[in-house]
Each structure stands twice: as structure tokens, then as C-alpha cells.
């Protein structure tokens, strides 16, 4: 018996009942459309994480300090990049929480103080109106430039550039709004207000620095600017007193946590798969026990064992290579769907195939025992049987 023949055979038997057929290749198409649609949505989260990171730079390095005892000042970052060759800029940053208050209306927002040279080391350009200058934070002038998010909370959206704000009851005048950029492992600029850095030290009542970030001349110099930091504060203050981080390295930690994420989404849809699998054996082997005198009689015929067996693998491949094919368009449209939602996906070639691939696999392991069962019937009790 030719293969074409055999593959013929499975065709009709598989049409046979069309309904059981397709209830079958249900378990199937859920598992594939579920692998693809949840893979997508962590490969989606890995690619925001990297854009995220990317339009602030690989060559960014922040520091703080991790001693009580180490202090931070101005006058200490302010030599940092004579002192290292491979840094371009430098910029020291103070926190500072503060009510705000406009038209009676209060909210609390994150403040920052900064240098002017922020739009310029945060890659974060000025959306309407301009950045406070070196003069304005020499001699602390109230003025603030507000995050995209804030505008929308404080003004829906209406250009606030020369209203007056009240930070702790403190009159501040808005001279500019920063471009909408998305957050970034919490710290969005979007729902900051930004203050020249001598404002928010005495907002604060200190002379200390929070925060330093530093911008090396390109990503490759990074660690020689890291280490050289490290030192400086070290033969200072000893060993521990500065601990210096990279985008870089927060990047590669984001991506790891991302992918394992992705590929716990994608074991999670692959139990299904898995049950679809066991539903597709039982139903086999159900076939096996409706056609028992047809198996008899084609063995009888001449039909050698493994033509049989062969048979009933086709028919399981066939029934998980179909349902795979309508699970891969399946779990494109979710994936497409859940975008619409407002989280973003990825729908990769990779993931399709492996989808795919396992689901045909599915097939042909879950279906051996059925056709290992066929195959071994006595085709005189084959034939005998009701």
C-alpha cells in the first residue's frame, strides 16, 4: 500500500465525522492561540523596556551614595569630569516632594532638582516654551518646567507656560513643559516637575546631592568611567561609599526578567496545548475502538501493520496540524486585540513556529499509542467485533 494511499484513508476518516473533528482540534487551536497571544504580550514588554532605555542612552551611569557618613555636594560633582576624560557631562539631582496647588486645587508630585544641562544628558527635549537657565539656578529662581502628565492632571491639556503654581505654598512659575516620553522603571519625567537644583536644596534644607548622573562619550567608555568614579570616592571616603550603575546593566537585567517571563507566559499556554493533546489521544483511540472491523477487514486485504499504524498517525497529525494552523491566525488576532486594549505585543516568526512545530509534535506523540493499538489488533477478532 502506497503512502498516498494511506493519507488518503486518514482524509476519509477524519471526514467521517466531521464535528468530533473539529471538537477535537478545539483543545489544539486554544493551546496554539494561547502560546502565541501570551508570548506576544512579554515579548511586547521586553521591546517597550528596551526602547525605554535606548531614548535615555546605554552610555548613562548614576550614582549615589551608600554611606551616612559620605557626603555628596556640588562642588564635589563639579570636578568629576576634569577628572575623567571619558566623561561628557555630568549632572547632580535632588528629590524634593512637594504640594502643589493651582486654582484651589491640590496634588502631590514628584519634584527633581536639576542642572540646565538635563533636556541635553536625558536625551528629553522641551515640548512648548524653554529650560531654566545657569543664572536662574544660581540665583534659585522659583521657576519649574512641568512633566507631559502633570499639564494634563493640573491644566487638561492647556498650555500652562506663565501660570503661576504653588509648590508648599511657595508661588513657582511655569516657563516650560518637557515632550511626553512614557515611564521608565517608575521615573517618568511625564508626572515630574522639574526646579533648578539650588531651589529644590532649599526647599529641602540641605546642601547635599541626591543623585548624580553622569553621561560617558559613548557606551564602549562606560565601565573605564565607572570604575574611575568608584575610585575617586573611595580614596576618599573607603571602600563601598559610591555605588555606580549603568543602563547598560539594568538594561540586561530587564531583558532577563523579561525573557523569563516570556517563557513562563508561554509554559503556562503550553499546558493547554498539552491537554489538547490528551484530548486528541482519547479521541483516537476511540476512533480505534468505532473502526475495529474496518481495521480487520484492510488488514485481511493485505494492509500490513504499520500501514495501519501509519494510518491513525496521520489522522492525529493531521487533526493538530490543522488546529494549529487556525490557532496561529487565532492568536494573532488576540495579540492584535489586546494592542487595541493599550498593552503593546509582538507577535514573532519565532514564536509562531515553535507554536506551530509543538503542536504538530503534539500530534504525532499523543497519537502513537492509539496507532500502536490499531496496529496490533488480530485482524480474525477485528473482524469478529460489532
Not at 31 to 46: D, F, M, T
Not at 196 to 223: I, S, Y
Request: glycine fraction near 10%.
Amino acid at each position: 500500500m502506497r503512502t498516498l494511499d494511506v493519507f488518503k484513508v486518514s482524509v476519509r476518516g477524519l471526514t467521517g465525522n466531521k464535528m468530533r473533528s473539529a471538537l477535537t482540534m478545539l483543545g489544539v487551536i486554544i493551546g496554539v492561540a494561547s502560546v502565541i497571544a501570551l508570548v506576544s504580550i512579554g515579548e511586547g514588554a521586553r521591546r517597550d523596556v528596551i526602547e525605554n532605555f535606548e531614548s535615555i542612552g546605554t552610555n548613562i551611569l548614576r550614582m549615589y551614595m551608600q554611606r551616612w557618613d559620605a557626603r555628596l555636594t556640588i562642588e564635589q560633582v563639579s570636578t568629576l569630569k576634569e577628572r575623567v576624560p571619558d566623561m561628557e557631562m555630568v549632572m547632580p539631582t535632588v528629590s524634593w516632594g512637594a504640594q502643589i496647588t493651582y486654582e484651589g486645587k491640590q496634588r502631590w508630585a514628584p519634584t527633581m532638582g536639576v542642572t540646565p544641562i538635563f533636556p541635553k544628558i536625558r536625551e528629553h527635549e522641551v515640548y512648548i516654551g524653554r529650560f531654566f537657565t545657569d543664572v536662574e539656578m544660581e540665583i534659585a529662581r522659583p521657576v519649574c518646567v512641568l512633566g507631559w502628565q502633570v499639564v494634563q492632571d493640573l491644566f487638561a491639556g492647556r498650555n500652562p507656560v506663565g501660570k503661576t503654581i504653588y509648590m508648599d505654598q511657595r508661588p513657582f512659575q511655569i516657563i516650560g513643559v518637557m515632550e511626553e516620553k512614557g515611564q521608565n522603571l517608575g521615573e517618568g519625567v511625564d508626572h515630574m516637575i522639574l526646579v533648578p537644583l539650588t531651589v529644590a536644596q532649599r526647599g529641602r534644607g540641605t546642601n547635599r546631592v541626591d543623585e548624580v548622573f553622569m553621561k560617558a562619550t559613548n557606551k564602549n567608555t562606560v565601565p573605564i568611567v565607572k570604575v574611575t568614579v568608584e575610585r575617586i570616592f573611595e580614596s576618599k571616603y573607603g571602600e563601598n561609599a559610591v555605588y555606580v550603575w549603568t543602563q547598560q546593566e539594568m538594561l540586561d537585567q530587564l531583558q532577563a526578567s523579561t525573557r523569563t517571563m516570556t517563557l513562563m507566559l508561554g509554559a503556562i499556554a503550553g499546558v493547554s496545548l498539552l491537554v489538547g493533546g490528551i484530548g486528541v489521544m482519547n479521541i483516537m483511540l476511540v476512533a480505534v475502538a468505532e473502526r475495529t472491523r474496518e481495521i480487520g477487514l484492510r488488514m485481511a486485504v493485505g494492509a500490513k501493520r504499520f500501514h495501519v499504524m501509519l494510518q491513525f498517525l496521520f489522522e492525529s497529525a493531521m487533526l493538530c496540524s490543522l488546529g494549529g494552523v487556525v490557532g496561529v491566525l487565532l492568536g494573532i488576532f488576540a495579540s492584535r486585540a489586546v494592542e487595541r486594549v493599550g498593552a503593546r505585543t509582538a507577535v514573532s516568526p519565532t514564536s509562531i513556529g515553535v507554536a506551530f512545530a509543538f503542536a504538530v509534535l503534539v500530534g504525532f506523540v499523543f497519537g502513537v499509542y492509539p496507532a500502536y493499538r490499531a496496529s496490533r489488533l488480530a485482524p480474525v477478532e477485528a473482524l469478529r467485533s460489532d
